[in-house]
């Protein structure tokens, strides 16, 4: 069975550090483009990083540029979300999910699998 476990997720101060981590099991991540999104509470989902397995190339958002690095273990088969100087508005949940299509140019509809979400709050 395909299936993501994501971790990492908390409450975190304004300015502080994350990292979420995306372990999957049930099949192996080389021939995928695993994606990062979020939604916070009222808004739809929106695509924050993405990572190509097969050849390590990646794609951040604007809004996290500078900030956020998406990075993968291939022994591990996890991808890793390294959240830097984070602020109030990166509050959202993190969901990571997997696109067969190998591509980080498509939208979240193209994604196959998705894990269940961790909480990310910024608050003082």
């Known amino acids: ?3 993501f476990v994501e971790s990492g997720g908390g409450l975190v101060q304004p300015g502080g550090s994350l990292r979420l981590s ?3 099991s049930g099949f192996t991540l080389d021939y995928y ?3 990062w999104f979020r939604q916070a509470p009222g808004k739809e989902h929106e695509g924050v ?3 190509r397995i097969s050849d390590g190339s990646t794609y951040r958002a604007a809004s996290v540029k500078g900030r956020f690095t998406i990075s993968r ?3 591990k088969n996890t991808v890793y979300l390294q959240m830097n100087s984070l602020k109030p508005e990166d509050t959202a949940v993190y969901y990571c999910a997997a696109t067969r299509l190998n591509s980080c140019l498509v939208g979240a509809d193209e994604y196959e699998y998705w894990g269940q979400g961790t909480q ?3 608050s003082s």
Request: glycine share 6%; proline share 0%; charged share 5%.
């Open 33 to 35: 483009a695993i994606g």
């Open 49 to 51: 990083s993405c990572i």
């Open 1 to 3: 069975q395909l299936q």
């Open 120 to 122: 990310v709050t910024v």
């Open 22 to 24: 995306c372990a999957a």
């Open 73 to 75: 273990d291939n022994v």
